[in-house]
């Protein structure tokens, strides 16, 4: 028995490759199923014992990776202290809970909170320039309704689909 929160050894191990536009409800929903195949599969091995503690492969503690509770300030972005790149992993890694959001300016009015649903790195910046903030943080549209917004490092991030915060 081991009494560690996602410790032991691994009995069965699958791999997927990624494309860089996964949002984190629906692979979650994907590795449930995939998860589901691979317990039913294995599930008769470890009740006839061909599967068992020492048949599998031990888990490298020196790979663990602590990752703290996500907490809602997180899901603020600010386009001219991160990168598009940062900024396109939030929206998918937070795209259920608790989402991403940047205030923006829709005409003359006061600052408004709009929620960021889909988002697509246009142009990456260079390393050397990732703490520059770009010239300007307006979104711009372009014909079509296409909207873009510089971020850190001046890179561009193409914002494909938002909602306004209720």
Known sequence: TVSKMDAGPIASQY???????????????????VGTKELLQLL????????????SMPQDEAEVTAADKITVEEGQVCFATESASTVHNKVRAFAGWPGVSSEFVVGEGDPQRIKLITTCVVEEGSADRATEPPPSTDVIVEKGGAMFVECAGGSKLEIKQLQPRA
């Open 15 to 33: 791999e997927c490759e990624l494309t860089g536009d996964e949002k984190a409800p629906d692979f979650l929903t994907e590795m449930f199923a």
């Open 44 to 55: 008769p091995k470890v009740w006839s014992g061909k599967c068992s503690f020492d048949s």
